[in-house]
């Protein structure tokens, strides 16, 4: 299992199965593997950040009644992620700024071709995290890399963690939230959370995703970008998915929802 996004679940009933607990984190993010072990499991998902997201959603909530410990195994800083602590930067992990659109995985592995092993690359809209497997490796890529071009173009490269502090994203990795929410009315009931999260990358990066969670139909997206959140509600209410027509609003508590007119409006942008 991937170190970086190996979760560990503690007082787990005896009852407990895979199932159980592929239940208790839907809507978190994509799971690779479940390990149940008596009175405790492990849980590895595909994104790092996903795990984030479970440890800080889901510790001290129930699970078949019993109300479970949810933190990252041994050895994974869960001071961090619950903002616990001195939060300096992560020198494994390198965020690269400023890839083109069409960079895949291969493209990273090969622009940091020499400079140790590459455990994990994750693409995002714009820039990628690389996760090495030695510290060393990661500072020599920064120091040697930073402003060289990749496909073309001049990157940014930095430690994931402590550079842009005060950020949105910042925020979101000391376990806090960017604020930048969206309500999703409408679903089918065979849309999944991991439908959602694909349709709304067409408006930037999405940070958070459920569907049908707290109702049949309804789900909440959170962006990174203020400006990804504007464009969902802009371009998205009124459209469809899974053969549905969905409504894209505001979720309540940075500001209120749009105007029953202003769907109106973006519904009749969409449909021309």
């Not at 005896?14 to 499991?41: H, M, P, Q, T, W």
Request: glycine share 10%; proline share 1%.
């Amino acid at each position: 299992m991937s170190r970086d996004s190996k979760v560990f679940i503690g007082n787990v009933p005896i009852d407990c199965r895979e199932s159980d607990l592929e239940a208790f984190f839907r809507g978190i993010g994509e799971i690779r593997d479940v390990v149940v072990k008596k009175n405790y499991a492990f849980c590895e998902f595909v994104d790092y950040y996903d795990a984030k997201d479970a440890v800080k959603e889901k510790d001290g909530e129930k699970l078949l009644g019993a109300r479970v410990r949810v933190e990252f195994a041994k050895g994974e800083k869960s001071d961090v992620v619950r903002g616990r602590g001195d939060r300096s930067p992560d020198k494994t992990c390198v965020y690269v700024g400023g890839i083109t659109a069409d960079c895949r995985d291969r493209d990273i592995e090969s622009f940091f071709n020499g400079f140790g092993h590459i455990k994990q690359v994750n693409i995002k809209k714009g820039f990628a995290f690389c996760v090495f497997d030695d510290e060393r490796d990661a500072e020599d890529a920064v120091k040697e890399l930073n402003g060289r071009r990749l496909m073309g173009e001049r990157v940014k490269l930095e430690f994931a963690k402590g550079e842009r502090r005060g950020s949105d994203r910042d925020r979101h990795e000391a376990g806090g939230s960017t604020g930048y929410k969206v309500l999703v009315e409408g679903l089918a009931s065979k849309t999944a959370w991991q439908d959602l999260k694909d349709y709304m990358k067409k408006a930037g990066e999405v940070l958070y995703c459920k569907a049908h969670h707290e109702r049949t139909g309804e789900g909440i997206v959170e962006f990174f970008k203020k400006a990804d959140m504007e464009w969902a509600l802009d371009r998205l209410d009124g459209t469809e998915l899974d053969g549905r027509m969905i409504s894209v609003i505001r979720a309540p508590g940075r500001a209120r929802t749009r105007s029953r007119s202003s769907r109106s409006r973006s519904r009749s942008r969409s449909r021309s």
